[in-house]
């Protein structure tokens, strides 16, 4: 399930602009050319940042997402029509001739249940074709990211273009580790509407991502600081192997 910040078409809209410049996407296209990739499953694509990026350079790509309003957003970039949009879950793609599956953001961490997260790591393992490669990034919990998420820290207005002034910010419900629970807010200003949006992610150690991914059938071929949160995040490529 997609939560209020994908679903809701308020936010959906907005999304882009206050998540920046995501420069954080060029070392996922960085990777998919050095893997030589063709065919790209973007699981969690949202609102298609990186599967229009992808679809620019001629790749063929499929973005999945379970919330209807990104996928609303998504249809309409510049660029959309070159990717296959499809919404549910990562199991609505029933092909297996991808050479590249990507999770990019807190995509892999929203799967906080063990048998979900099996599921998943099953899926992109089916998708892809013998040499294939999965891609994806958590973050480290020995950063204790969540500590900084706090109204104070997180709290910041933003003019938008035909939408005026909004403030987000977000807050730390309960740490119980691996799992965190926060919310985030946005209140706009031409109307003092607040909407909210509450998530939970799963914080998974190396050792234990590395573990999953060799029961999943993968091997793990590359270990990366993610450049936009280094030291807090890393991203994984593993290969499903020529023979399972």
């Known amino acids: 399930m997609a939560n209020e910040e994908f679903t809701d078409p308020r936010l959906a809209e907005i999304y882009d602009e206050l998540d920046g410049d995501r420069a954080d996407l060029h070392l996922y296209l960085d990777i998919a050319d050095r893997l030589g990739a063709s065919r790209v499953l973007d699981i969690g694509c949202g609102t298609g940042a990186l599967a229009v990026l992808l679809a620019e350079r001629g790749l063929d790509v499929v973005g999945v997402d379970p919330a209807a309003a990104s996928l609303d957003v998504a249809r309409v970039k510049p660029g959309g029509e070159r990717v296959t949009w499809l919404l549910g879950s990562a199991d609505v793609f029933r092909g297996s001739d991808r050479d590249l599956v990507v999770m ?104 234990e991502v590395r573990a999953d991914l060799g029961a999943a059938g993968f091997t793990v071929i590359d270990l990366l600081d993610a450049p936009d949160r280094p030291g807090l995040e890393l991203v994984f490529i593993a290969e499903r192997p020529a023979v399972d």
């Open 104 to 207: 990019t953001g807190n995509t892999a961490q929203q799967f906080t249940g063990d048998q979900q997260w099996r599921d998943l790591l099953a899926r992109a393992h089916a998708a892809l074709v013998p040499r294939g490669h999965l891609v994806f990034e958590t973050r480290t919990p020995g950063a204790k990211a969540w500590e900084t998420w706090t109204g104070p820290r997180t709290r910041r207005t933003v003019d938008l273009e035909g939408v005026g002034a909004v403030e987000t910010w977000t807050e730390v419900l309960a740490s119980q580790l691996p799992l965190v629970r926060f919310r985030s807010s946005w209140t706009f200003e031409p109307d003092g509407e607040t909407l909210t949006s509450v998530s939970t992610i799963r914080f998974r150690s190396e050792a």
